[in-house]
């Protein structure tokens, strides 16, 4: 993306390490929520995954007393994965 700043044109809005920075930010704040079951299955790639991390550690769980298993939300978008981009109608044509 090109913008202005002070009448100069960037690149970018990121610069030096603010990416990085911005990341920790988020995964700081999302410790204390919890996503449930679907929303997890469906930013890790699927419930077979979903369970493996859960088996490795890598998600914390919570219980509730009515059985719902809730996901800490910062372990799971560490461990998100990216779905394929293609493109839905070159793939039917």
């Not at 920075?21 to 410790?31: P, S």
């Not at 509730?64 to 809730?70: A, H, V, W």
Request: glycine fraction near 6%; aromatic fraction near 4%.
């Amino acid at each position: 993306m090109i913008y202005q700043c002070n009448n100069k044109l960037r690149a970018t809005l990121l610069h030096d390490e603010t990416a990085s920075v911005v990341l920790k930010n988020i995964l700081v704040k999302m410790d204390s929520e919890e996503f449930g079951m679907r929303k997890s299955e469906r930013l890790v790639g699927g419930p077979k995954t979903l369970v493996k991390l859960v088996e490795n550690g890598a998600i914390r769980i919570r219980i509730d007393e009515n059985g719902r298993t809730y996901y800490n939300a910062s372990d799971v978008l560490m461990n998100c994965r990216v779905r394929s981009t293609k493109n839905k109608r070159l793939a039917s044509a």
